[in-house]
């Protein structure tokens, strides 16, 4: 069986900040890891993904993800975040199969 | 390409009346996927489909649903008769099958049933 948890609904940061949005997840054998972004009444993007290699993946938009495997995460960052970045945030994951499993989300809003 | 679509975009009908969401993926993409979004539940697989076989129907939530692949190129979600919990929107998704876990979305169909 496969899980992902959101812990944080919401996430709150002012403009220029760091921002975080955390994940972490459950799966048999190698993780497939993938951030989605939800603007309202719009369907999901994919933003990035980490398979193997280097821990620190980039996506778009200048978002970055930390894949941790002793701790089981895959954190999403941004060093500076925009007013433009609030969103919905949807983290998934496999372990091999065709049906990803998604979080709950996280809806991130940026304050002016 | 295009991207994946869907129609309609928005959908309001009356109880009891037959609703038909359609979908065209990606071309190329040998997955299918049908999701419905809500508030109180979030994302919900209802069903996926692989080189237009279905594959898991687990998700379907009773048999007022049904899913259809007639061809690489449509698929469709019908829900008859129709009841007011089914109102929300309804995301179909393509993918690959050499990238597992990678989907793109369509832009869903939003059902309001009243």
């Known amino acids: 069986a496969q899980s992902v948890a959101q812990p944080e609904d919401q996430v709150n940061v002012a403009e220029g900040n760091p921002l975080t949005v955390k994940c972490t997840y459950s799966?048999?054998?190698?993780?497939?890891l993938f951030w989605y972004v939800q603007y309202p009444n719009r369907g999901l993007q994919f933003l990035l993904k980490?398979?193997?290699?280097?821990?620190l993946v980039k996506g778009s938009y200048g978002f970055e993800a930390e894949f941790n495997k002793s701790q089981t995460s895959f954190h999403l960052k941004k060093p500076s975040a925009l007013v433009s970045d609030s969103a919905l945030y949807f983290c998934?994951?496999?372990?091999?199969?065709?049906?990803?499993?998604f979080g709950r989300g996280t809806s991130l809003i940026v304050h002016p | 390409d295009a991207g994946v679509i869907q129609s309609p975009r928005h959908e309001v009908t009356e109880m009891g009346q037959e609703v038909t969401l359609r979908c065209k993926p990606i071309?190329?993409?040998?997955?299918l996927f049908w999701y419905r979004q809500t508030m109180m539940r979030g994302l919900e697989l209802l069903i996926y489909?692989?080189?237009?076989?279905?594959?898991?129907d687990s998700g379907m939530p009773e048999d007022r649903f049904s899913a259809k692949m007639p061809n690489a190129s449509f698929s469709t979600l019908k829900i008859q008769p129709s009841e007011p919990r089914d109102s929300a929107v309804y995301f179909c998704?393509?993918?690959?099958?050499?990238?597992?876990?990678?989907?793109?979305f369509g832009e869903g169909s939003r059902l309001t049933v009243l």
């Open positions: 980490y398979i193997t290699g280097d821990n």
């Open positions: 998934a994951v496999t372990g091999g199969s065709y049906i990803p499993t």
């Open positions: 071309s190329g993409h040998n997955s």
């Open positions: 998704a393509s993918s690959d099958s050499g990238m597992p876990g990678e989907l793109f």
């Open positions: 489909f692989n080189n237009n076989v279905p594959i898991d």
């Open positions: 799966v048999s054998g190698n993780p497939y």
